[in-house]
């Protein structure tokens, strides 16, 4: 007995105290001390730093500026990534649903982290079990266990079933008591991993890495042999370590790395700025390549809540009928079956609809969005009808029901699934026709048999519900309608009705609608072709949403998903991006990689905008990086095998990357853009860095060339090889800035002004080691970039039209 009292009234303060906490460490973004590791050791800072320690033991020191990218790189990167980590902690403790509990008799709501060992914890629809326990009390509760076991029917639990964290309330409520918390819950890890700020696969970053791994291995030979030569030709030791240490630093793009986290990491910080939740980076990556959104009708194009309109009663004979289930058995019973006596003995007459819809509207303490429309009207259950028993509302049932003993066993649901035929089913479809959301209210022989689709049912009324659309809908929808994303609207309501609210919405192709279950299950091909070729989808069940998700990206769309309830969970988790609302079920925030914490629907055009923004600007400052990282492979290579000087020194490289790479690069990276991502980064990148990286090599080199077999210095010859590097490289970011607005050709016209200005302010000159004394090399230098930048223009465009 005292168990009971125990279970009943849950744990004491006293015993809270002394119990074990949930104790989990949060992991929305990685710690500081990884965050400083990460940003500070890594290769590419070892190698840039043996080689600052060898220009600063034999050269100048004006030549070891390079050096300084190391401190850059780490400054920048950390304190961009400790503004996301900033950014994800405070949005993660938004997103923590708070966790219903009864303690000392009374219910309350607390923090996840504050569930103890032996906590009495309360489930409605939606809720997610973070913890392990065994049910005590279960009202019709049913669990979804798919993101534990993979299958997708929910599960029945009565008092003494086991759940399991991991796992979310579908339909019913209850109450379990917590078995096992923190570490010790069977899911811990999966829901650690849920929220979890992690580098999930990327094409971008992949292509990253290739290029990071590759350049690695080319440059130990190539320095190798580039040390070589210069040792063995050189007039003296510093000029030999100085012209290698020049041509290894070129070849490594040591700014790609930064530049991409930067991207990455700006992005976090931009929508997280607009409540957006961005649970895994590559989500980013994601949003770029959206080309078709598949849209939940409920809570993303109308908003939370709907209005009670007409009761309708039914008051002719002709609108009698029987449940339209798969196996129905009505009309094929056998003697003495109590089914087939119900069938025939219904009255019909009208019915209290008025207090059946009252009584239903009130069985359950966590109403969903028709039972707290229908509540506004009928806040109260009539004295007597109290339910015998129940069964709750599911997605998959799309009707609950009860039976209230001498008032009789009564559903309510949709009229297409609970009616088959007759006048009632016609008038409920015009209804629908219009954009209402319509009800059947039925009384029944038996809730189970109605559920077996063995029972008989009679329409009593038609409910219709006022569904309120978003104000910014409409504004949003013509965003994707512009940019080329093919929108698919699927619901679980009504065809007719989704298909109107679509239509008045302007979404292209609205009047285009196809009831679900008309749909093929065992032919995938068929499926995405119907997918293709229509927009609405209407009694959608949850399963099908997920064969939808697969059917569509068998077809070769990157689709997205939005959604808000439990019965979304699993197509968000197969979608390419789930985007879930902030004010819906713990466990659809748990799976999406994106969380639209205010439930703004406006936010999307934002977070495609910034995905795109991410990648389009990471292809062209990868771009960059690479045609300096050829030009720097073809120059170490020609001067290694040729036993010639380097052509120019570390300082000029420095002046040279900063002006056409470092600042256009940071700019770049951080640009608006509306391009649409498209696979194939790696290709794309290749097709225009090594073309324009040997052509720039090649005019480097004739340049160099020239000005060395005249009777100019050193010293001038390497100015002209500067000059000619400096107006390539310049013209490639020209081409790479395109198309060009107001403020990119102020980026590309100032870094000329300032090359010119470095060659004509003294100070400068001296400093970088530049001597534009001899006009003829200067002139020379100038009329081949002109060439190299004509043929640039030329192949660049040639490779661009080339395709694997």
């Not at 923590?96 to 996840?112: F, L």
């Not at 009928?321 to 009309?331: L, S, W, Y």
């Not at 060395?708 to 490289?729: K, M």
Request: with cysteine; hydrophobic share 50%.
């Amino acid at each position: 007995m005292d168990g009971l009292i125990s279970v009943a009234h849950g744990l004491t303060s006293e015993q809270v105290a002394s119990a074990k906490a949930n104790h989990i460490p949060r992991r929305s973004s990685r710690s500081l001390s990884a965050i400083l590791r990460a940003n500070v050791f890594t290769l590419f800072n070892l190698v840039i730093g043996v080689l600052w320690a060898l220009i600063l033991i034999f050269g100048e020191w004006q030549d070891s500026l390079f050096g300084l990218v190391i401190v850059a790189n780490a400054l920048i990167g950390i304190i961009q990534e400790l503004r996301a980590k900033r950014t994800l902690d405070r949005l993660a403790v938004i997103n923590e649903a708070p966790v219903r509990v009864r303690r000392d008799g009374a219910e309350r709501e607390i923090h996840p982290r504050d569930v103890v060992l032996g906590d009495l914890i309360l489930l409605g629809p939606g809720d997610r079990l973070l913890v392990d326990g065994e049910v005590v009390r279960s009202d019709g509760l049913e669990i979804d266990e798919s993101l534990l076991t993979g299958e997708a029917d929910a599960v029945h639990k009565q008092p003494g079933d086991q759940v399991l964290s991991g796992s979310f309330a579908v339909a019913g409520s209850g109450a379990f008591v917590s078995t096992r918390v923190g570490t010790d819950a069977y899911a811990a890890k999966l829901a650690e991993e849920a929220s979890k700020f992690h580098l999930a696969h990327s094409e971008l970053r992949a292509g990253v890495a290739n290029f990071i791994k590759y350049i690695t291995w080319l440059v130990i030979p190539i320095g190798a042999l580039l040390i070589y030569s210069q040792l063995h030709n050189s007039a003296d030791l510093r000029t030999a370590v100085t012209g290698a240490v020049a041509g290894i630093v070129t070849m490594i793009p040591e700014g790609l790395v930064l530049m991409t986290s930067i991207a990455f990491a700006v992005g976090v910080v931009r929508l997280g700025r607009r409540q957006c939740l961005v649970q895994e980076l590559p989500a980013i990556e994601g949003l770029a390549r959206v080309d078709v959104l598949c849209l939940d009708k409920t809570g993303t194009l109308t908003a939370g809540g709907m209005d009670l309109g007409e009761v309708l009663p039914v008051g002719d004979g002709t609108a009698r009928t029987t449940q339209a289930q798969p196996g129905d058995r009505a009309a094929h019973t056998e003697p003495g079956d109590h089914t087939a006596h119900a069938a025939r003995a219904v009255p019909v007459d009208r019915r209290p609809a008025d207090e059946a819809l009252a009584a239903l509207a009130n069985l359950d303490e966590h109403p969903n969005a028709t039972a707290e429309a229908i509540r506004a009207r009928y806040p109260a259950a009539p004295r007597g009808w109290t339910a015998r028993s129940t069964v709750p509302f599911s997605s998959a049932r799309k009707w609950s029901g009860a039976d209230f003993g001498e008032h009789g066993a009564w559903v309510l649901g949709a009229p297409d699934v609970l009616l088959r035929g007759g006048a009632c089913l016609d008038r409920a479809t015009e209804l629908a026709a219009t954009g209402t959301r319509v009800l059947a209210l039925c009384r029944t022989a038996s809730l189970a048999g109605t559920e077996r689709g063995e029972a008989a049912v009679e329409p009593v009324a038609l409910i219709t519900l006022e569904q309120r659309i978003r104000p910014d809908a409409r504004e949003t929808l013509g965003y994707f309608a512009e940019q080329g994303v093919t929108l698919k609207i699927i619901s679980g309501d009504n065809p007719l009705a989704v298909s109107a609210i679509a239509t008045g919405l302007g979404i292209p192709g609205g009047e285009r609608s196809i009831d679900a279950r008309t749909l093929p299950h065992d032919d995938p091909a068929k499926l995405g072709e119907l997918l293709d070729t229509h927009t609405v989808f209407g009694r959608v069940s949850p399963q099908q949403k997920r064969e939808f998700v697969a059917a569509l990206k068998a077809r070769g769309h990157t689709v997205a998903m939005t959604g808000d309830g439990v019965n979304d969970v699993l197509a968000l988790k197969d979608a390419d991006l789930g985007i879930a609302m902030g004010a819906g079920s713990p466990a659809t925030k748990a799976v999406a990689q994106v969380v639209l914490l205010d439930d703004r629907f406006a936010t999307l055009p934002h977070v495609v905008g910034e995905g795109r923004r991410v990648l389009a600007n990471i292809e062209r400052v990868s771009n960059l990086f690479l045609t300096k990282t050829f030009y720097a492979i073809v120059l170490s290579l020609t001067v290694g095998l040729a036993g010639m000087e380097f052509p120019f020194a570390p300082r000029h490289s420095t002046l040279t990357n900063a002006l056409v790479i470092g600042i256009p690069a940071f700019f770049l990276a951080l640009a608006p853009t509306l391009e649409r991502s498209e696979p194939g980064f790696v290709p794309r990148v290749l097709r225009f860095a090594v073309p324009a990286g040997v052509l720039c090599a090649v005019a480097v080199l004739v340049s160099f060339w020239a000005a060395h077999s005249g009777t100019s210095t050193l010293l001038e010859d390497q100015t002209a090889a500067v000059i000619t590097l400096f107006l390539t490289t310049w013209w490639v970011l020209v081409l790479i800035a395109r198309p060009l607005n107001w403020w990119r050709v102020v980026l590309v016209g100032a870094m000329a002004v300032l090359f010119a200005a470095g060659l004509a302010l003294p100070f400068v000159r001296e400093f970088f080691a530049l001597e534009p004394g001899d006009l003829g090399n200067d002139l020379t230098a100038v009329g081949v970039s002109l060439v190299a930048a004509l043929m640039t223009s030329v192949a660049v465009k040639l490779a661009g039209t080339l395709r694997p």
